[in-house]
Each structure stands twice: as structure tokens, then as C-alpha cells.
């Protein structure tokens, strides 16, 4: 395997001004005369502003969108040299915090500046998005300001659902990385650790392969499957035979992938094959069925075809009650849209997304299945090196001198 | 130095329960009769659920405190399996994401349940809280409810500003893993290091010391001082003479640290020399200064005027105009209250907050440091290992043999 280096950090301004120019369309045709964001990636996508302070929840930042002209930034003073570095012009600052009023009056008078007076402000209100401000202070803005406010999720959606090229690069990237650091694994895990040992010494080889962090890093143990998919494991040996599973989503630039890998402990069970095998041909219907044109309702009953061909209906991914088998993937760990039989979003070239089958085995018993892939004119493209066909081994106590022939060696990716 | 042992992940029983009674006391006396908790660390604190899917903005999870008895959970069918872990009893789910309602109706029948027709709910709409639902399906179940909704920060931040002896433990494990790993940073560092490898290396280095995560690290490089704290380091290597600093929030059992560093490369310039020891001097004062009694208003002025006394006006921290000197920090990087000319708060036994004194020193440079502390009876104790009074050295090329008598030796913490 070559040794990729990485795609550039940031991004051109020429992709800053096609998204604007693209959302300007969106918003003249929804007469919207303002655009006002108010979470990190939305704010990120229109101005490439990246910091991790957005832990902090001490300070609101705000980005408004003009239907002419570059986007107006309304920041926290300590954000403004940061702020400086990017393609926005018009930076203002307040000295936050500074309650109660915290910056709201500058907001108001920007919003009435840039929609006019009367104007009509869209902001994302919608499934999947956040205010990234105080409730009471947005209940303060909207009853004082002249400006009617109303929901452009569907805006944005649209503009997010898309990946560009760069985009799609820094995704790319880090979903190499991954895959590289799943295939090194049964090389890093002594006989002896614990699981959390072997999520620890996971992290750091994440890091080390290149992941600028890993903001999502979860598993799980158990006897042919598992019960729990989205807890941090417990210190625990494993026991030969059984299952353990990691998820993650780890960053490049800001970028997620988010992908798992099953791995058998010491030897593989007749079961545990059996839901690998359904789950990769259940992955495969998938990748078969990504195409431009589809729409992710259709993926998800392709999926979960296979599934319930293979199994009883209890083990068939539970039809339209058990949420869904995929989803959009980017600035976010989960983003729009969703495999799911209640979402009808026609796929297009650009789109990245998981393709997640999971096979219920029994009460408090499943396995899960993560691949990530771009839409391509002609299909999918997997971002993901795919999970072996069989289930790789790691090594226990009882299996020290186990190979796996299954699994590719570690790689100097 | 002793090897210390981690502190117990988790909390017992009696902690959640001891929560839950203060916060019903005051729910009482604030006349609630519900509180709708929508946020992590909201709901962490009464439940202990700690899971890392709060990086997918796709599914709301709520938890409802009612004034008797234990809190409702009402969350996505997906974490069902971890909240049953929890000292939560009644858990109800729904099969999320279910757009449109996805949850809505759950959670407006629990709510008229638990604060009966009419009753008030209580949530934080507040300064340094977020709405952790869509803003549209907040409007529609205020809209369509019989049950009335009102601010409830004050309680929250009641609770929250005052740490249990457990909380305290697990951010006073962090702030040692990360002072260890500051010291170690100078035999780290290859002379040739590039600032993204140093970080890179760093954070590698803090998992490997017992770090959970580190959501937070960022930090800068200039000469004498530095034009941006927020920001990650761009790939530049570092210039004999320079200062290097580097802020961390790291976290263990989910309670961070949130303090820097600064380095100086090869050499100790006279003007990087006086700025660290001014503002070594205003954390000295501001140790003393923080004691149970005093106002964080107070605690300010203390730091503000060895700052003052030390130079001139513009090098004194601004005043009333250039944010706070510190801040509380827990489950959050940053949290309530702030060292500021506007924050009365009175200092109290248990509270964990920060001492950050900053000096402006020219356009576009300052230096800042950083302490984490926890109040006590008689004073101030500190959770960091106190910074070195001289700026600590880093190798470059021109000093390979640099030997730094001021900073301690790598431990093996």
C-alpha cells in the first residue's frame, strides 16, 4: 500500500465564494434576506473559521449571510485575530463575555443592517441542527427585532449534502488513516490487555498515523455480538471467543471519517461468522446500490434485503421501527441525510455517506457493520479500506501464536 | 513526585442522589414543578450517562427532573442499553430519528406527567448554556404545551459552580497527568520539531500519561508573546528566541483540566523574562486573593492590579473592556463563573475555577498564564504543579545542549 500524503489543510477561497454564491441562489429563491448561523459548522462552511474553543460555551459567535457580498462576521474579541487569518472581511467584536447583553445589540443592529428593516432572517431550526447560543437570548433578539426569523435548514441541507472535491480529499484522508490503524491493531493488543488498554493504545495510533484528534471513540465486548454500540468499553480482559467491536471518528482537518471494525478474540464462532457474512453481503447490496439517482430509502431496503433474506424478520434490522442503516458524514460525525425508510433524499455525486447494516442476534445481542463511501457518477467509491470477509482474529492468552491470514499486515500509512 | 492512582470512575448513588436533593430543594423554592434538562453535561449531572454520540447532533436526548423522586430519562431507543447502567430507573425511548416528531410527543406527555396541566418547567435558557434540541421542535412543544417554561440557569449554575469531593478528585487526576506531561515537553522536542509535531507529540503524550481525550489544545507562536490563544499551531519550526505556549483542555472520566504553558526556544529574552514574572506575580496574588468570602469581581482586581502596578495601563489587562482573568471549569473546559469586573459571585469551598492573568504587550501580543485551583476553607489549593517562575527553555539547533535546571525532570506520573 502507497504511503499517501496528506491533501492541503483549508481551502481555496474560489470554494468559499462558490458556496456563497450557491446559498445566495438558495436564499433569493426562499426570499430570505439574511442567513444567520450560529453553530461551528455552519459557520465553518462559509468561513473556514476552525477553533476548538467551541468547547467553551461561554461565548456565542455569529456569521451573517448578505444575498450580496461576503459573509459579516459577529465574534468574541478573542476570536478576531483568528478570525483575521480567514477570507472574511467585515469582523465584529464585542468583549465576551460580557452579560447580559453579550453581544445581542451588535447582532440586531448587523441583522437589521444586512435584511433591512422588516427583512426576513432564515436560521437552521430544523432536524439536526443546533442554536449555538442561549435559548433566552435568541428569545430576547427575536421579540425586540424588527426582522422576521424563520427556518432555512433546507438551505443549508442542500449546500452540505454535497461534498466538494476538497472536501471530499481531507475525508478521504482520514479514512485511510483508519484503516490503516484497524489493520495494525491485532499487532498492537498484548494477549494480556484490557479493553481499555487496547481503546487507549488505539487512540494514540490514530495519532500517530497522522488523525489530528478523535473525537469519537467507542466499543464494545461481548459473546457472538454485543449489546451496547455507542458506550466507552470498561476495563475488562477479553475472553477467548468472544467479539469486540470499535467505532470511530477520528478528524483530518476537521474532517470526520466514522467507521467500525468486529474483531474475534482467539477464534471465530460459528454465529459470529455467520452475522460477518450477512453483514459484508448486506454491505456489498449496498455499495451495489449507491447510485446517483437512488434515493436513500432504496439503499436502506437493499440492505435490509439481504438481511432479512438471511435471517428471521426479528433479525432483519427491525423494518421502519429501528432507526436507520447509514447517514451523511463531513464537518460532523453524523450529518444529513439518512438511510432510513422515512428519507427520500435522492443521491447525487459528492454525497458521502456510511453504509451501517446491523443484524439483531438475540434479546441485547446485535453486530454492526461501517463503511464510508462517496457518490461517484457511476456508483460508489469506497473511502474505506473494506472490512475483511471473515472476521480478523486478535490474539488472547489461549492463541498467542495465532496469524491471521485474514487480515493485512500493519502498514506504514 | 509519587505515582499516583486514578482516582474511581463514576460516582456512587448517594452522589446523585445528594444532586437531586439540592436540586429539588431549589426547585421548591423556584416554585418548578419539572426540570427539562436537553444538554450533556445537563444531563450527565443528575444521570451520570456519559456517552461520546453527543458528537452527532442527529438524535435529542432529554432527562426531566421531577420535584419527587428520580429523574425520567427520555432518549433515543439507541442509548437505551447505556442508560440502564445508570442509577436512572425509568428510562423511555423512542426509535430515533423519526422526523418530524422524533421524540416530541414523548417528551410532551412526560412533561405534563411529571409537572401536571399547567405546572412549570424549568430549563437553562441562560448565559453559557445551549438548547440541545432543534430550535423548531423546542417552538412547537412551547407552542402546543399546556405546561409553561421557564428559565432555570440559576439553579443549574447553583449546583454546578460547587464541586463534590469526587468531582474535585477527577479534575485534580487531569491537572497532574498534564503538568507531568508539560514538564516532560522539553525532552520531548526534537530541535528540528515542527509546532504541529510538537503538538502532535504532545497530545500523544498526554494519553499515553492517563489523558481520556483531549478535546482541547491549541496554542501559538511568537516573539516575546503571541497574537492569538485560540487558534492551533500552523506547521512552522520554532525560531531560537521565540516563545511557544500551549493551552490544553484534557480530560479524565469526562472533568477537564484547562491550563497552559509557556516556553521559551533556546533563549530567555529580557522582555519574555519580566512578562512571565509580572504574571507570575498576579497569580501569586491571585492565590492569595482566592479565598471562600471573596467575589470573583474581587479576585480580579487582585490580579489586575500587580498587572497594573507592573506597567502601564494598556499593559494591564484592559480593565473593564477585555473580558476575564479565569474562569470555573468541571464536566465543561470552561463553565460559570468568571473572574470578571462583573461577576459578584462569592467564592465558596469546592469551587474549581481558574487563574488566567494576561498583559498586553504591544499590537497584537500578550502573554497569558494559566492555574487551576479549587477553593477550600482556608484558602486556595492548587490542582496544577505551578508553572516555573523563569520561562522554562526548549532545545532548537542553536542550543542542542541547553540543559534547563529550571524545569523539572520528565516523572513517570
Redesign the interface.
Known amino acids: 500500500m502507497p504511503v499517501h500524503s496528506p491533501p492541503p489543510r483549508g481551502f481555496s477561497t474560489a470554494e468559499f465564494e462558490a458556496r456563497l454564491d450557491r446559498a445566495q441562489r438558495l436564499m433569493r429563491a426562499g426570499e430570505l434576506d439574511a442567513l444567520l448561523l450560529t453553530s461551528e459548522p455552519e459557520i465553518r462552511y462559509f468561513s473556514g473559521f476552525?477553533?476548538?474553543?467551541w468547547?467553551?460555551?461561554?461565548r456565542p459567535w455569529f456569521l451573517v449571510v448578505p444575498t450580496q457580498g461576503k459573509p459579516v462576521a459577529v465574534i468574541?474579541?478573542?476570536?478576531g485575530?483568528?478570525m483575521e487569518?480567514s477570507w472574511i472581511e467585515d469582523i465584529r467584536t464585542w468583549?465576551?463575555?460580557?452579560?447580559?447583553d453579550?453581544g445581542l445589540s451588535l447582532l440586531g443592529r448587523t441583522l437589521r443592517e444586512i435584511a433591512g428593516a422588516g427583512g426576513t432572517v432564515g436560521?437552521p431550526?430544523?432536524?439536526?441542527?443546533?442554536?449555538?447560543?442561549?435559548?433566552?437570548a435568541?428569545?430576547a433578539l427575536r421579540a425586540r427585532s424588527e426582522n422576521k426569523f424563520t427556518?432555512a435548514?433546507s438551505i443549508i441541507r442542500a449546500l452540505r449534502l454535497v461534498k466538494s472535491a476538497a472536501e471530499v480529499a481531507k475525508i478521504k484522508h482520514i479514512c485511510a488513516i483508519v484503516s490503516g490503524a484497524y489493520s495494525a491493531l491485532p499487532a498492537l493488543v498484548a494477549p494480556e490487555a484490557t479493553t481499555d488498554e487496547i481503546f487507549?493504545a488505539f487512540?494514540?495510533e490514530l495519532?500517530?498515523r497522522g488523525a489530528d484528534?478523535?473525537?469519537?471513540?467507542?466499543g464494545s465486548v461481548g459473546w457472538d455480538g454485543y449489546?451496547?454500540?455507542?458506550?466507552?468499553p470498561r476495563a475488562e480482559q477479553l475472553q477467548p471467543g468472544s467479539i469486540l467491536v470499535l467505532d470511530t471518528?477520528a478528524r483530518f482537518d476537521g474532517y470526520f471519517c466514522d467507521f467500525n471494525r468486529n474483531f474475534a478474540t482467539g477464534s471465530r464462532s460459528d454465529a459470529a461468522r455467520r452475522a460477518h457474512d450477512i453483514l459484508y453481503q448486506a454491505t456489498a447490496a449496498g455499495l451495489d446500490a449507491a447510485r446517483p439517482g437512488a434515493t436513500c430509502a432504496q439503499l436502506y431496503r437493499q440492505m435490509a434485503q439481504v438481511l432479512e433474506a438471511a435471517g428471521s424478520a426479528d433479525a432483519a434490522g427491525g423494518g421502519g421501527?429501528?432507526?436507520?442503516m447509514g447517514?451523511g458524514l463531513g464537518m460532523?460525525?453524523?450529518e444529513w441525510p439518512?438511510l432510513?425508510p422515512?428519507d427520500e433524499t435522492v443521491l447525487a455525486p459528492g454525497m458521502v455517506i456510511t453504509l451501517e447494516p446491523y443484524l439483531r442476534l438475540g434479546p441485547?445481542r446485535m453486530m454492526v457493520h461501517e463503511e464510508n463511501i462517496v457518490i461517484r457518477e457511476d456508483g460508489a467509491e469506497l473511502l474505506t479500506r473494506r472490512t475483511p470477509a471473515e472476521i480478523p482474529l486478535l490474539p488472547t492468552n489461549d492463541s498467542h501464536s495465532t496469524s491471521d491470514r485474514d487480515y493485512d499486515a500493519p502498514t506504514t500509512y
Open positions: 476552525f477553533i476548538e474553543l468547547e467553551s460555551p461561554t468574541p474579541e478573542i476570536g485575530a483568528a487569518q468583549p465576551a463575555p460580557a452579560p447580559p453579550d436560521l431550526m430544523g432536524h439536526e441542527t443546533r442554536l449555538g447560543m442561549p435559548l433566552a435568541f428569545d427556518d435548514t487507549r487512540r494514540v495519532l500517530r484528534d478523535v473525537p469519537y471513540l467507542v449489546g451496547d454500540i455507542v458506550s466507552a471518528g421501527t429501528a432507526g436507520r447517514h460532523q460525525l453524523t439518512s432510513a422515512w441485547g
